[in-house]
């Protein structure tokens, strides 16, 4: 069993950041996919990034690149977005999730948090 559990979402200003966090428990990750995503009322579910655990690496939609960071760290079991210069746009429920695969792919996770608001005005 993997449960996630997110934290730090916010009502901020255009252009501010915000530090979401995510703890997962159950079980210690080492390979897989570890991501971010997010969705708007009406729109369907966007990945906004993830880690491929055994690999290290990162990977970003393009809205959000050179804005948001991910990162993991592996002593505590949480996953990280920095988000930064926030833009209305970014307005949107945000999930984290753990699964494999493909890692963009939604498809792709097993098992998602419930989800975090991130708001932002102009």
């Known amino acids: 069993q993997v449960h996630l559990v997110e934290a730090g979402g916010d009502s901020v200003q255009a252009g501010e950041s915000l530090r979401l966090s995510c703890q997962v428990s159950?079980?210690?990750?080492?390979?897989?996919?570890l991501g971010w995503f997010r969705q708007r009322p009406g729109k369907e579910r966007e990945w906004v990034a993830n880690?491929?655990?055994?690999?290290?690496?990162?990977a970003y939609a393009n809205s959000v690149k050179g804005r948001f960071t991910i990162s993991l760290d592996s002593a505590s079991n949480t996953l990280d977005l920095q988000t930064n210069e926030l833009k209305p746009e970014d307005t949107a429920v945000y999930y984290c999730?753990?699964?494999?695969?493909?890692?963009?792919?939604?498809?792709?996770?097993?098992?998602w948090g419930q989800g975090t608001q991130v708001t932002v005005s102009s």
């Open positions: 880690i491929v655990v055994e690999r290290r690496d990162e």
């Open positions: 999730a753990a699964g494999s695969g493909w890692c963009p792919d939604k498809s792709a996770y097993q098992s």
């Open positions: 159950g079980t210690t990750i080492s390979r897989g996919c």
